[in-house]
């Protein structure tokens, strides 16, 4: 639910919950259920935590075709130098997603 109003979806690092609820928006946007958003995965600098599951992505589901390769998330995973050109990432995945 919290997602129906939301314009954009900022997610840190966490437990359980956290990455619930960060697969659930990326699965109701893969799934056209939900209107397309950002949605920024957001770390602490030089940590690994959303670029490991990124990589479990890749990996995993997609190496493995239990993906296919436009089903890969519309996420940006900024570091401290694409920061300020966050929302031009996302804009050009989102007219990618049209």
């Not at 600098?45 to 479990?56: D, I, K």
């Not at 190496?63 to 401290?80: A, C, F, K």
């Amino acid at each position: 639910m919290f997602v129906k109003e939301c314009d954009a979806v900022v997610c840190l690092p966490g437990g359980f919950g956290t990455l619930d609820e960060a697969l659930e928006v990326l699965t109701l946007l893969q799934t056209g259920k939900r209107d397309m958003v950002p949605v920024v995965l957001l770390d602490q600098p030089g940590g690994t935590y959303w670029n490991s599951l990124a990589r479990f992505i890749r990996e995993h589901l997609l190496q493995g075709s239990m993906i296919s390769p436009e089903d890969l998330p519309p996420i940006v995973l900024p570091t401290r130098a694409s920061r300020p050109s966050l929302k031009c990432c996302f804009f050009r995945l989102f007219h990618s997603m049209r």
